[in-house]
Nanobody, 123 residues
Framework: QVQVAESGGGLVQAGASLRLSCAAS????????IGWFRQAPGKEREFVAT????????YYADSVNGRFSISRDNAKNMVYLQVNSLKPEETAVYYC????????????????WGQGTQVTVSS
């Protein structure tokens, strides 16, 4: 079993960058794929990026590809999401989820979630 907690959100202007962090507890962190998702008010949870347990495989939603970067440090039980060139429409609560299956863009494949971190992008 694993627990995760997000941090690093904030209020920024359009075009700014943030580094979101996902801290995990558990001895077998490297067994879990980590996915980042976001949810804006009144909208469904949306896939952003995912990374395999080893960190060797990852992919992004088309809408963020080239601007966001996911990485992990298994020695520290951490996953990071570098978000660049933020847009106002990307205002949302950003969540990380841990799943013991292969990387996936479906949030149902991740069984463990944090409380999220708010990212607000002003125009």
């Amino acid at each position: 079993q694993v627990q995760v907690a997000e941090s690093g959100g904030g209020l920024v202007q359009a075009g700014a960058s943030l580094r979101l962090s996902c801290a995990a507890s558990g001895r077998t962190f490297s067994n879990y794929a980590i996915g980042w998702f976001r949810q804006a008010p009144g909208k469904e949870r949306e896939f952003v990026a995912t990374i395999s347990g080893s960190g060797g495989f990852f992919y992004y939603a088309d809408s963020v590809n080239g601007r966001f970067s996911i990485s992990r440090d298994n020695a520290k039980n951490m996953v990071y999401l570098q978000v660049n060139s933020l847009k106002p429409e990307e205002t949302a609560v950003y969540y990380c989820g841990a799943g013991d299956k292969a990387v996936n863009s479906r949030h149902a494949m991740y069984g463990y979630w944090g409380q999220g971190t708010q990212v607000t992008v002003s125009s």
